[in-house]
Nanobody, 112 residues
Framework: QVQLVESGGGLVQAGGSLRLSCAAS????????MGWYRQAPGKQRELVAT???????NYADSVKGRFTISRDNAKHTVYLHMNSLTPEDTAVYYC??????WGQGTQVTVSS
């Protein structure tokens, strides 16, 4: 089992930045990849970014150039650095590991 705890969400004005953190514990040796999904009210869940153990990353087109995913292996933590935020980024952001482990979600609200 893997436990994921997210932090860092909040309210920010358009154009601002936030950093989300996702700390993993438990059977971390079993983790191959981690990432972030988001879900806004009335919208489908969207894959935002992923990072593999190799360090390779992938991003949704909607966040390319604005968001950066990174990981600190010593702390077993993945980060999502979000810049140039827009109201369209407002959503609950969920951290995942190997797709089958999920965090509780953290709310990101961007005001115009």
């Amino acid at each position: 089992q893997v436990q994921l705890v997210e932090s860092g969400g909040g309210l920010v004005q358009a154009g601002g930045s936030l950093r989300l953190s996702c700390a993993a514990s438990g059977s971390i040796f079993s983790i191959n990849a981690m990432g972030w999904y988001r879900q806004a009210p009335g919208k489908q869940r969207e894959l935002v970014a992923t990072i593999a153990n190799s360090g390779s990353t992938n991003y949704a087109d909607s966040v390319k150039g604005r968001f950066t995913i990174s990981r600190d292996n010593a702390k077993h933590t993945v980060y999502l650095h979000m810049n140039s935020l827009t109201p369209e980024d407002t959503a609950v952001y969920y951290c995942f590991a190997n797709i089958n482990y999920w965090g509780q979600g953290t709310q990101v609200t961007v005001s115009s």
